[in-house]
């Protein structure tokens, strides 16, 4: 049961670049999540997918695009990576569905260093 | 708007001794609560959370954390810090309305051997 695991580890970005970020979980969760980490600033949201077939925006989205794939699978896209862009990225993945009645525990992944120069 | 406050950046405490991590939050309702944990180039660990009931929440590795509705507070508690606990912790909170977990800026906690 490896839980959350995401790829790329480590990835440099020239500007304008483009990449797909993996993300794969085997809880059998219906929910996850694309997070940033980014110095003093503590993680935000940037999109979420509450469960199979549906992705919504959340505190930063601008610059990204996402797609569930399917149960197990949300992958993030920067179609025209952006030095502002650089940072720690963070898949997260919880059981219940991400609506507002539920206080399901979300379960993070090791994360992707990304710099964009 | 829900919105979370993690006053002190850094967190010094000798082995052994009690350790405090603040938390302070803002949201509309009853608030969820959480505290996770992160080591050095690995991914948040959740540590315990607050969903109702008693106000005393105990987690992994001997935390617990104290809800406080009328301080809106929710303190990381320890009763003797070991060095291993060194790291950098995480507040979040979710009000019942939203669907999203609002985290706040993080405290490092350095335990001094």
């Known amino acids: 049961n490896a839980g959350v695991t995401q790829t790329p580890k480590f990835q440099v970005l020239k500007t304008g670049q483009s990449m797909t970020l993996q993300c794969a979980q085997d809880?059998?969760?219906?929910?996850m999540y694309w997070y940033r980490q980014d110095p003093g600033m503590g993680l935000r949201l940037i999109y979420y997918?509450?469960?199979?077939?549906?992705?919504d925006k959340g505190e930063v989205p601008n610059g990204y695009n996402v797609s569930r794939l399917n149960k197990r699978e949300f992958s993030l896209r920067l179609e025209s990576a952006a030095p502002s862009q650089t940072s720690v990225y963070f898949c997260?993945?919880?059981?219940?569905?991400?609506?507002?009645?539920?206080?399901?525990?979300?379960?993070f992944g090791p994360g992707t260093r990304l710099t964009v120069l | 708007a829900q919105s979370v406050a993690q006053p002190e950046d850094q967190v010094n405490v000798a082995e052994g001794n009690p350790l405090t991590v603040k938390c302070t939050y803002s949201?509309?309702?009853?608030?969820?609560l959480f505290w996770y944990v992160q080591y050095p180039n690995r991914g948040l660990q959740f540590l315990l959370k607050?969903?109702?009931?008693?106000?005393l929440v105990k987690g992994s590795y001997g935390f617990e954390a104290e809800f406080n509705k009328s301080q809106t507070s929710f303190h990381l508690k320890k009763p003797s810090a070991l060095v291993s606990d060194s790291a950098l912790y995480f507040c979040?909170?979710?009000?019942?309305?939203?669907?999203?977990?609002?985290f706040g800026k993080g405290t490092k906690l350095s335990v001094i051997p």
């Open positions: 997260a993945s919880s059981e219940l569905a991400g609506g507002p009645i539920y206080a399901d525990t979300q379960y």
């Open positions: 809880m059998n969760h219906n929910s």
């Open positions: 997918s509450a469960s199979e077939g549906t992705t």
């Open positions: 949201v509309s309702g009853n608030p969820y």
């Open positions: 607050y969903i109702t009931g008693d106000n």
């Open positions: 979040a909170v979710k009000g019942a309305g939203s669907y999203q977990l609002t």
